[in-house]
């Protein structure tokens, strides 16, 4: 008898290594959106630390200038936030994208190995019977000789 052969190889091949695929870029989607929570809380630590630090030096005589120079640094700050605030919602879509192909490309993969799975049952279920056959033959003729 001939040895299992799977016709679709080729293509189930393809959806494994498209799978592979996507899970390296959802994994580099997670990664960079972690990144970019990461800046964005450094970014509000930091626009938090300006303001105590204005608040404690408004204790003491401040010239306008300082204090204009301080508003200046913390609207850029604060502009800084929403400018990472809106990288953050571009990377979590993005993400979100990338763990649609995902779950796309494990679906397409599983179909095409379940049904090399079901052709491979399909091919010993037949050579199976295939020897049964062999053997009762086998056996039938012996037992006419023997007779």
Known sequence: MKPFRF?????LEFRKTHKEQSQIAF???TRQLRIE???SAELECNLS???ALLHTQQQQSL???I???FRYYIDKISDDINKQNLLVIRAEEHRH???CILAEAEKNHKVVEKYRE???QQYQDDTMKEEQKLLDEIGLQIYIRDK
């Open 67 to 69: 204090l204009k120079s």
């Open 49 to 51: 630390g300006n303001i």
């Open 37 to 39: 929570k990461d800046l």
């Open 97 to 99: 994208e990338c763990l």
């Open 7 to 11: 016709r679709l190889e080729k293509l």
């Open 118 to 120: 079901r052709k491979l």
């Open 63 to 65: 010239s306008v200038e």
């Open 27 to 29: 994994l580099q989607a």
